[in-house]
């Protein structure tokens, strides 16, 4: 008996599916806040001993595939591609969605294209278990927005930042807290991290829910000059945390 993704796999390749240093744009900072995130680009090296595995989206012919990084219960957490442009553009440009990031603003695709993807790609030549992941539902093979995890301005390469930017239809079915806590106990088990840390708006409420439900605990809040102004700066941000020994202590129950 074949796993849903083998089954999507087995189905795209019958379908002959398509394959198809600056940091990012200030919009682009994870869901809690509006930081900026830095990028540098390296070499390319080839994955150390890993099978490359590949994704398809669906299963309309210019379907952009990425490999895959994870997967969990109900989603599948992919490379994004060159390709994935518009995809990221909706996302972008739901005013829902954007409200906590930049006020609901716009962005061009011309940006996301030029900027934002580019910065997302080259995590990926690191190869290093940092990175931007597309977020797939598994049942639908639909894109539901994209998971981060990597170290924040000023962090340790062992302190990854946790993010993350979902289509409001997939907002309220602990997609959230269920990409987060698998990119949580990845990156323990298996990249030596010590210390997971995520940030939010203090009136961000539905981010803080996912912060503890992931396993993070609360640490400070403080306020920061943000280059976009938003209602609720004036209450502040906090900080969430999750060490690696509260981890393995949650894992050995």
Not at 144 to 165: C, N, Q, S, T, V
Not at 186 to 196: P, S
Not at 203 to 229: K, Y
Not at 233 to 243: K, R
Request: with cysteine.
């Amino acid at each position: 008996m074949c796993s849903p993704l083998e089954l999507v796999v087995q189905l795209a390749e019958s379908h002959t599916v398509a394959l198809q240093d600056e940091g990012p744009s200030p919009h682009l900072q994870h869901f809690t806040g509006r930081q900026r995130n830095g990028t540098t680009r390296r070499k390319r090296r080839a994955p150390r001993g890993r099978e490359i595995r590949r994704y398809a989206a669906s299963m309309s012919s210019d379907a952009p595939v990425g490999e895959v990084f994870l997967e969990t219960e109900r989603l599948i957490l992919r490379q994004f591609t060159a390709d994935d442009v518009d995809l990221l553009f909706e996302l972008y440009n739901d005013p829902e969605v954007m409200h906590f990031i930049n006020g609901g603003l716009p962005i061009p695709r011309q940006e996301i294209e030029e900027e934002d993807l580019p910065a997302f790609l080259s995590y990926y030549e690191r190869d290093d278990g940092y990175g931007f992941w597309a977020a797939i539902e598994k049942a639908s093979g639909r894109f539901i927005g994209w998971f981060h995890f990597r170290p924040g301005a000023g962090a340790g390469p062992r302190e990854p930042e946790l993010g993350y930017r979902l289509h409001r239809f997939a907002w309220n079915q602990g997609y959230a807290s269920e990409g987060s806590r698998a990119l949580i106990d990845k990156g323990f088990a298996e990249f030596g991290v010590e210390r997971v840390t995520a940030e939010t708006m203090v009136v961000h409420e539905a981010s803080r829910r996912v912060m503890e439900n992931a396993g993070l605990r609360q640490i400070r809040t403080f306020h920061a000059d943000w280059p976009v102004r938003i209602p609720g700066d004036e209450h502040g941000d906090v900080e969430y945390v999750l060490d690696r020994a509260e981890w393995e202590a949650r894992r050995r129950g």
